[in-house]
């Protein structure tokens, strides 16, 4: 299929794609065909197409472009939102990308320049979550005012749209949506008693929180 990678391993790959996606309607993070899912593989990068449901997607109907934006795979036509994923992909060193309209991420995009830390999970994403300045989506304004954002970051929010996250793996990216729409639902929570303010974590705070998540989890076994 390709000269990059091994025909099983794009197989794969899309499977993973579409089942992120599904995974994004059916907990409530996009509505219809809103949102888009990406994975990196070698020089392809996997995406869902424009407009196409996702409980609709096959074996068939794999899409892939290369890093310049040809399309490589498929007949359906690519995500609007493209020169969101491919920029990710050009500048960071992201293997998977999700992205969603999630509703409390993009509530707090329309009232914040940058999501308060109201939560330790917050060093996780590298810091407090900016929010990209509005722009037309399938821009490639859209697309450097997200890159800006995502500085020292693996997640932004987009004023008026949604959310960006991308990590090694599609697992690592949707973890990492799904905890940036939980934090954004504790800040509007807290928030909206008008006789109380939200207690904030210190930048020492986060700090102290990232090194502590390093060890989170089991530890590495070796083969």
Same mark, same amino acid.
């Given at each position: 299929?390709t000269?990059?990678?091994e025909t099983?391993?794009?197989? =794969?790959?899309?499977q ?12 409530g ?6 949102g888009?899912?990406s994975?990196r593989?070698g ?5 869902t197409?424009s407009?196409?449901?996702y409980?609709?997607?096959g ?5 892939a472009?290369?890093l ?5 795979i498929?007949?359906l036509?690519?995500?609007?939102e493209?020169p969101?994923h &491919? @920029?990710v992909y050009?500048?960071t060193?992201?293997?998977a990308l ?6 409390? $991420?993009?509530?707090v995009?329309t009232l914040v320049?940058?999501?308060p830390?109201v939560?330790?999970?917050t060093?996780a994403?590298g ?10 989506y399938g821009?490639?304004e859209?697309?450097r ?5 995502l ?5 932004c ?7 960006? $996250?991308?990590?090694?793996?599609l697992a =690592?990216a949707y ?5 940036? @729409?939980?934090m954004c639902?504790v800040?509007?929570?807290?928030s909206?008693?008008?006789s109380l ?8 705070e986060?700090t102290?929180?990232a090194?502590? &998540?390093?060890?989170?989890? =089991?530890?590495? =076994?070796?083969a």
């Amino acid at each position: 299929m390709t000269d990059h990678v091994e025909t099983h391993t794009i197989e =794969q790959a899309w499977q993973d794609v579409v089942t992120t996606a599904r995974r994004t309607t059916a907990e409530g993070l996009v509505v219809g065909t809103s949102g888009n899912v990406s994975v990196r593989v070698g020089d392809l990068v996997l995406v869902t197409p424009s407009g196409v449901p996702y409980d609709r997607l096959g074996p068939d109907d794999t899409v892939a472009v290369d890093l310049d934006g040809h399309q490589v795979i498929g007949t359906l036509a690519p995500t609007s939102e493209l020169p969101l994923h &491919l @920029e990710v992909y050009r500048s960071t060193p992201a293997g998977a990308l999700v992205h969603t309209h999630a509703v409390h $991420a993009t509530a707090v995009s329309t009232l914040v320049p940058e999501l308060p830390p109201v939560h330790y999970m917050t060093a996780a994403l590298g810091g407090p979550v900016r929010v990209a300045p509005y722009a037309l989506y399938g821009t490639p304004e859209l697309a450097r005012n997200m890159l800006t954002a995502l500085r020292d970051r693996t997640a932004c929010l987009l004023q008026n749209h949604g959310t960006v $996250a991308y990590g090694a793996s599609l697992a =690592q990216a949707y973890d990492r949506t799904a905890q940036l @729409e939980w934090m954004c639902r504790v800040w509007l929570t807290a928030s909206s008693l008008p006789s109380l303010t939200p207690r904030l974590l210190s930048p020492e705070e986060l700090t102290a929180a990232a090194t502590q &998540l390093h060890t989170y989890g =089991q530890p590495t =076994q070796n083969a």
